[in-house]
């Protein structure tokens, strides 16, 4: 009977940091910078100026009108967006799926958005689908990507502001 308990303690002993590496491999950010994001039209009423975006912390995210998780995101990104505006955040949509001015605008409506989106476009790293989100601190570079659900991204957000006000 000990020898399982034993058994089972050796294998987690050699298992589990292998595991541990192989989540951190996962959570690995790919070099990438605001710079090498595809912009394309802007279809709401918002300002844009890419070149305004230096020093700033730069949610980009790619959505779609017939993406349900997609929709349920925009008015928490749209808070978010006023929420940290006056600290440095700059939140940008860009529309995936091709959809009309129309479709976009009416989506936009809804959810209150007032941060600026695009038709089209794209960001610099592949993602799984969408709603993906990525996150560009002051310098430009990409400090996280992935769902915009996930805890980790506003967490982000947050880590990346306070960069911008240490500056200051």
Do not use: T
């Not at 298992?15 to 989540?23: D, H, M, N, R, S």
């Not at 912390?57 to 929709?71: Q, R, Y």
């Not at 936009?108 to 960001?123: D, N």
């Amino acid at each position: 009977m000990k020898v399982i308990p034993a058994a089972i303690i050796a294998f987690a002993a050699i298992a589990l940091p292998a595991f541990a590496g192989k989540k951190d491999k996962e959570k690995a950010v790919p070099d990438a910078s605001v710079s090498e994001v595809r912009w394309a039209e802007v279809v709401n009423d918002a300002a844009f100026d890419k070149e305004a975006l230096d020093g700033k912390v730069v949610v980009v995210e790619e959505w779609g009108v017939n993406c349900p998780p997609c929709i349920a995101s925009l008015p928490h990104l749209a808070k978010l967006a006023k929420r940290y505006e006056k600290k440095g955040l700059v939140v940008v949509g860009l529309e995936r799926q091709g959809s009309s001015k129309e479709a976009i605008l009416k989506v936009l409506k809804e959810a209150r958005v007032q941060y600026p989106v695009m038709s089209g476009g794209s960001g610099p790293v592949p993602s799984d689908g969408i709603p993906h989100a990525m996150v560009f601190g002051a310098d430009g570079k990409l400090v996280w990507h992935g769902h915009p659900a996930d805890d980790e991204f506003e967490d982000s957000v947050k880590d990346a502001l306070k960069a911008v006000a240490k500056a200051r």
